[in-house]
């Protein structure tokens, strides 16, 4: 079961974060992944949109997968469903991630698992930016 971090340490760990892939941004700006892609770039964190079916998101060059990005990604940051989540584990992993992390309602054991194994910090079930704005 997820060892849930208190938010201060939660938000120390993004305070170390600089660069987020952000898996199944969204080009609606109904969407949570839009509304938290937007409210990270604007606080200063460089945002890469990752969603195959997406060319640009916010001005961003929209990635269809994490390996795809060439720059030093410190956290990936999850909006898809449970069914992808650990392939998208793996994905991280391989691309020396930092952080895993998955949006509110999102928990998956054997992601979890895997990732801390490979030493990321593994935050599931929680909002970047309804961290940073408590």
Do not use: H
């Not at 760990?13 to 990270?40: C, H, N, P, Q, W």
């Not at 604007?42 to 269809?64: A, D, R, T």
């Not at 940051?77 to 069914?83: K, S, T, V």
Request: hydrophobic share 40%.
């Amino acid at each position: 079961m997820l060892k849930k971090y208190s938010r201060a340490c939660i938000k120390e760990i993004l305070e170390t974060v600089k660069t987020i892939a952000i898996v199944g941004a969204s080009s609606k700006s109904d969407r949570d992944s839009y509304k938290v892609m937007k409210f990270l770039m604007k606080n200063g964190f460089k945002v890469f949109p990752v969603n195959p079916n997406e060319k640009m998101i916010l001005k961003q060059k929209c990635y269809s997968s994490l390996s795809e990005i060439k720059e030093k990604v410190d956290m990936v940051d999850i909006f898809r469903a449970d069914e992808f989540i650990l392939d998208l584990a793996k994905e991280a992993i391989e691309i020396n991630a930092n952080i895993f992390w998955t949006q509110e309602g999102i928990y998956n054991e054997q992601a979890e698992f895997i990732t801390k194994r490979n030493g990321l910090k593994v935050i599931m079930d929680e909002c970047p930016k309804k961290i940073l704005l408590s």
